[in-house]
């Protein structure tokens, strides 16, 4: 477990070059991700536990957002929980998983945006296997730099000069990216553009903002293509800087809010 912790809780990963395959947002679309791993190349063993893993030694890296409004969370966090342990994974933390965290320690949040499913979802499985996923969430890190710091991974976006360093204010940026202070039709918070401001040398993959496909600017690459909301489930692949999606099997949620 040590190793495990080692892992989960240091963001410099500059010694780790891949090659990678980073997931864009999940949201419990467990079946997707599972096709989109089969595309990539990867192998599964279930039993007790869903083991992954790859005949060429590539890896995964999550975007984070594993959980809410998809039909199944918890086969999700399996799978992911079990490559992280495994070695074969690296995730960072999504505002989803962290909204799920903290209403499963009993902190006072809203029960909205896909949370109830996830809930309820998890209110089906044993008390041992809640009691791992808040251990799993609790130590996941706001973003991770790989390749010498040729790579940053993270949920909703990063700075250039927030890559490898971690405050309350740069893991609200990870977890939320930018906005502008003004609030929608909706009552959701306006995002900024960061992406358009930066000019940073690390590539930073992220998500958190449903686009209809991959999109590049400048130095960054939004890879959540909404599969939950009907979109894709999308691949990064790196070095090769290439992309590799599956189709959403159909709509499991079709409000597409900002949160």
């Known amino acids: 477990m040590d190793n495990i912790q080692t892992q989960l809780s240091t963001i410099d990963k500059s010694d780790e070059y891949g090659p990678f395959d980073i997931i864009g947002d999940v949201h419990g679309c467990f079946d997707e991700l599972v096709t989109l791993l089969v595309k990539l190349g990867y192998t599964f063993e279930k039993g007790n536990k869903i083991q992954v893993s790859h005949p060429k030694g590539r890896r995964l890296i999550f975007v984070g957002d594993l959980v809410d409004r998809g039909p199944n969370s918890p086969d999700v966090l399996r799978l992911v929980m ?12 999504g505002n989803h998983d962290d909204k799920l965290k903290r209403k499963l320690i009993g902190r006072d949040v809203k029960v909205l945006h896909g949370l109830k499913e ?24 706001p973003h991770y730099v790989f390749d010498k710091g040729r790579l940053a991974v993270a949920h909703a976006g990063l700075k250039e000069d927030h890559i490898g360093k971690d405050s309350p204010r740069i893991r609200a940026f990870c977890l939320y990216g930018q906005t502008t202070g003004e609030v929608d039709e909706f009552g959701l918070p306006v ?9 940073g040398e690390t590539l930073v993959v992220y998500g958190h903002t449903v686009v209809p496909e991959a999109t590049w600017m400048n130095n960054t690459i939004n890879i959540d293509t909404g599969c939950v909301f009907g979109g894709k489930l999308t691949a990064f692949r790196y070095p090769e800087l290439e992309l590799v999606s599956v189709d959403a099997i159909q709509i499991y949620y079709p409000e597409k809010t900002a949160l």
Not at 118 to 141: C, G, I, P, R, Y
Not at 191 to 199: G, I, K, L, M, N
Request: proline share 2%; aromatic share 14%; net charge negative.
């Open 82 to 93: 079990e490559a992280v342990w495994s070695g074969i994974a690296f995730c960072v933390c």
């Open 118 to 141: 996830t809930l309820d979802q998890l209110a089906k499985e044993d008390e041992s296997f809640n009691s791992s996923v808040v251990d799993f969430l609790n130590q996941l890190v």
């Open 191 to 199: 995002r900024s553009p960061w992406a358009e401001d930066y000019q």
